[in-house]
Structure formats: structure tokens, C-alpha cells
């Protein structure tokens, strides 16, 4: 036994060493294009997406099942699409980079639909959740924005794994968009929840549909500006082979790649989780829709705090334990928050239940940084694992086919979700308090227990990732080399190219 412990000891040791042994490298992306990528960071986030599951049930009012019928539909065409997209973005290499071109392509066009959706009440002010020019324009925008949604979020996840190719300085890069941006990103979330609770006690007289009109159009145009700003500015430094790849080659050292397919496992496990957006909870049950923004004050600062010791962690522990932790211990921690409140029916109670979110919402944020870097790290990671397991880069059809799985899931499950609220009671567009007892006692448990349950599911697979510190340097420096010697060929046939300054004068 003292043997086996300290075998253990000496590969833990191994791999701590290994890990230190990466090398520092350069530093590609300068402080001006940083800069703009934490604003970029910022736009993903500086949205209302978070009062989706609110605005459209009860303040757009598209009935619930309209949504789960359109949510399908929606998700099937994004599934067909995506398998489009991704190919054609793996077979791009323009001038200005594989990816650069379709985000430029999308900012605009991307933020004027933003803010139709969010617009909508405006054209369809107090209509029924059935009316059926609001539901078939909804539709239609959906599906549009689909489509463009989907080569959007191909081209952003692909750019972070090629502006720089230098591991550390992507890390470095990563860490500081995530903690600069997590300091104003939830501004716009955050205010729009204080004043949803002054409208709902008629201390703001306005209509609810004007809060969200103005907040969301607003929050639209300020992303999409961020986004366009990053997109001009940025550039792509890793090379792309010279021979594009076909799909034949890219599906195959996908499915060959034992790193992805076990992030692609855990995603589509992952994405059973089943809940309904808790601001229905704090609404409809505590009446106190700020209650998801006083909850967090004490974890704010944890936030911030998280990062300072995340690169420390990395030395002390492997990817796959940081990855484990970061992902599921929220989903421990509901598990808790249920169990008190099913106690003597705290959750009806509003003093102990922000008590209790409050400090599941401190303890979780201990590891922010860790579950905000860490799954970015390892997308990027599997992807140089595929560069340098086959020779070529596949960013496009990699994540698409990461994300295929759980789409297909997603489908259901979303639909799953919307029809849940219809089969626990919940009536649109009563005010807070005016829901039953039963519908009550449900929603506690489709924001706690239900989606703590389902969501650890996605835990499985990740205790079989296989890419340890050896593993990871080894390749980084392989993968240097290649890619030095690649520049180098490419020089040297441009060079051949040249006309001699004779021959030109001569002609």
C-alpha cells in the first residue's frame, strides 16, 4: 500500500514538473489587441439573454407551446445548417484569415436583428400568446438568426485558438478578458432585475414592455458595436495548411480524436440538464426579482479574488480534476439549496432563501475563474490535439460536430423545458404572488434539484480525459516546430516566386 502511494506521489510529482516545464514563449497579442478583445468578451454578455425565458412568456407573450413547437423546428434547421457552415469555414483562407471574414460579415446585420427581437412589443403591443402575425414573425426571425448565429459562434470559437500560437500568451489572454469583462458584462442584467421589481410594486410607472424595448435595443447596439470594433482589429497567427481538408478527412480525425469525443460526450450529457430560468422563481414565489442580483454581492468580489489563484491550481492540479470541480460543484451546491427549502417550506420564506442562494452563490464562485478558463482551455487544447495528431486544423467542423450531439439533445430537452411550465400550472401574465401553491412548490424544484440532478450527468466522461501535463508539453513543442518549419517553406517558395529586378527592368 505504501508502495502504491508513492508511485502516485512520483506521477503527481511528474506532472507538476512537466507542467512547469512549458515553455514561456512569446507574446503575440499586444496590449491594443487585448484591449479588444476584452470588449469583444464583454459583448457576448452585455445582453438581457438571461430575461429571454421572461420576455417571452410574459412580456412579448408567445405561449409556451408555441414556444416548445418552434424551439424543435428551430433546432433541427440549426443542426442541418451547422454541418454546412462548418465546412465551408474550414475550407476558407483568405488574405485576412480563416475566421476574421465572417465575423466582420455578421456584426452588423447580427445587431440590427438583436434589436428587432427585442423591439417586437412595439409592433405587436398587448396581443394574445396566440396572435399568429407575431408567432409567424418570431419564426421567421428565429430562423434567420439561426443562421447567422451559427457561423458567428463557428468563427468566434475558432479565433481564440488561432490569434496567437503560443499556449501560455492564449491562457494569458483568456484570463484577462474573463476577469476585465466579468466587472461590467452583468451591468446591463443586474439593472434591468432592480427595475423589473420597480415596475412590478409600481414604483416606476412605466410599462414592463418599455423597460425591456429600450434596455434590450440598447444593450444590442452596444455589443454589436464592441464586436464590430474586435472583429476590424484582430488578427489570426496561426498558419492553416496550404491543402485545405475534406469534410471526408476532418469528420474522420474528429471521431479518431479521443480528447474531443470525450468533450463531445460530456457536452451532450451535459445537456440534459433540465430547469426553467430562476427568475421565474424569485418573481412568481418570493416576489423579489432583485433576489438574483442581491444573492450575488457577496460572490462579486470571490469573482474577482478567483483569478488570482487559478493558475496556481493549474500547477497543483491536472486540467482534469480543475474541469470536473468547475463544472459541478454549482450543481452540488443546488442539491443543498433544495434540501433546505423543502425543510418547513422555506422556499416560500424570502429571508432564508436568499440567505441560502447567497452563500451557494459565494461558495460557487470560487471557482469562476476556474470554470470560466479551464473548458476554454481544453476546446483550444483538442484542437491543437487534432493538428497535431493529423496534420491540419479543423476549427470549423470541430466544434460543430462537438456541439451536434448536444443539439440534438438540446432539441428536446429546451421543448421538455417550455412544456414543463404548462404541466406544472404556470399561467402567464399573473402578477407575483397569484400563481398556486403546487405550481409554487414546482418551480422551486425545476430551478434546484431538477437541473442539479440532470446536470451531473455530464460528470462521467470527464474522469477519462487523456491529455496530462507530459502529454500537453510534449505536443506544444512539437507543434512549435512544425509550425516554424511550415513558415519557413512558405517563405522560401515566395521568395522563388520574385521576379529578379534584371528580368522586370528588362521587360
Given at each position: 500500500m505504501a508502495t502504491e502511494t508513492k508511485e502516485v506521489q512520483t506521477v503527481e510529482t511528474e506532472n507538476q514538473q512537466a507542467h512547469r516545464k512549458l515553455p514561456k514563449g512569446r507574446r503575440y497579442v499586444g496590449s491594443r489587441e487585448t484591449f479588444t478583445y476584452v470588449l469583444f468578451d464583454i459583448a457576448q454578455s452585455f445582453n438581457l439573454n438571461s430575461k429571454s425565458t421572461y420576455y417571452l412568456t410574459d412580456v412579448l407573450v408567445i405561449s409556451y407551446w408555441w414556444q416548445a413547437i418552434m424551439n424543435v423546428v428551430v433546432s433541427i434547421w440549426d443542426i442541418i445548417n451547422d454541418l454546412f457552415l462548418g465546412a465551408i469555414v474550414d475550407?476558407?483562407?483568405?488574405?485576412i484569415g480563416k475566421f476574421k471574414p465572417y465575423l466582420l460579415i455578421y456584426a452588423v446585420p447580427g445587431m440590427i436583428m438583436s434589436?428587432?427581437?427585442?423591439?417586437?412589443?412595439?409592433?405587436?403591443?398587448e396581443t394574445s400568446g396566440s396572435y399568429m402575425p407575431k408567432i409567424i414573425t418570431y419564426f421567421i426571425l428565429q430562423m434567420v438568426q439561426n443562421l447567422a448565429v451559427s457561423l458567428y459562434n463557428i468563427a468566434k470559437t475558432g479565433i481564440i485558438a488561432t490569434i496567437t500560437p503560443d499556449v501560455l500568451d492564449r491562457t494569458r489572454l483568456i484570463n484577462q478578458a474573463n476577469l476585465f469583462s466579468s466587472l461590467v458584462e452583468n451591468i446591463p442584467d443586474q439593472a434591468c432585475t432592480i427595475f423589473i421589481d420597480l415596475v412590478n410594486h409600481g414604483v416606476w410607472k412605466i410599462k414592463m414592455t418599455t423597460l425591456f424595448v429600450y434596455m434590450g435595443v440598447g444593450t444590442a447596439?452596444?455589443?454589436?458595436i464592441l464586436s464590430l470594433f474586435f472583429s476590424f482589429k484582430v488578427k489570426e497567427r496561426v498558419l492553416q495548411s496550404v491543402e485545405k481538408p475534406t469534410v471526408k478527412n476532418t469528420l474522420g480525425s474528429?471521431?479518431?480524436?479521443?480528447?474531443?469525443?470525450?468533450?463531445?460526450?460530456?457536452?451532450?450529457l451535459g445537456q440534459f440538464n433540465i430547469s426553467t430560468n430562476i427568475m421565474l422563481y424569485y418573481t412568481n414565489v418570493l416576489n423579489f426579482s432583485s433576489a438574483q442580483l442581491v444573492v450575488g454581492i457577496p460572490g462579486m468580489f470571490v469573482?474577482?479574488?478567483?483569478?488570482?489563484y487559478v493558475n496556481k491550481l493549474r500547477e497543483r492540479f491536472s486540467t482534469k480534476t480543475l474541469w470536473i470541480v468547475g463544472d459541478h460543484w454549482g450543481e452540488v451546491l443546488l442539491i443543498l439549496v433544495y434540501a433546505f427549502g423543502r425543510f418547513n417550506k422555506n422556499y416560500k420564506r424570502k429571508v432564508p432563501m436568499l440567505i441560502a442562494f447567497m452563500l451557494r452563490e459565494t461558495l460557487w464562485n470560487f471557482v469562476y475563474a476556474m470554470r470560466k478558463v479551464v473548458p476554454e482551455e481544453i476546446r483550444n487544447e483538442t484542437i491543437d490535439y487534432g493538428e497535431w495528431k493529423y496534420g491540419f486544423r479543423t476549427e470549423g467542423l470541430t466544434g460543430v460536430i462537438k456541439g451536434l450531439a448536444a443539439k440534438l439533445v438540446r432539441t428536446f430537452m429546451g421543448s421538455f423545458s417550455a412544456v414543463l411550465l404548462g404541466l406544472i400550472g404556470y399561467k402567464q401574465?399573473?402578477?407575483?404572488?397569484?400563481?398556486?401553491?403546487?405550481?409554487?412548490?414546482?418551480?422551486f424544484t425545476m430551478t434546484t434539484l431538477l437541473p442539479a440532478a440532470t446536470g451531473l450527468i455530464g460528470i462521467i466522461p470527464k474522469f477519462f480525459y487523456n491529455i496530462d501535463a507530459k502529454t500537453r508539453e510534449r505536443m506544444y513543442k512539437e507543434l512549435a516546430e512544425r509550425r516554424s518549419e511550415t513558415a519557413k517553406n512558405i517563405n522560401d517558395i515566395a521568395d522563388s516566386l520574385e521576379i529578379p529586378e534584371d528580368t522586370a527592368s528588362e521587360e
Open positions: 475550407r476558407t483562407n483568405t488574405r434589436m428587432f427581437y427585442w423591439a417586437m412589443p412595439l409592433f405587436f403591443p447596439f452596444c455589443a454589436g474528429i471521431f479518431k480524436s479521443r480528447p474531443l469525443m470525450l468533450l463531445t460526450i460530456s457536452e451532450f469573482t474577482y479574488y478567483s483569478y488570482t401574465g399573473l402578477k407575483p404572488g397569484q400563481q398556486t401553491e403546487r405550481t409554487e412548490r414546482l418551480l
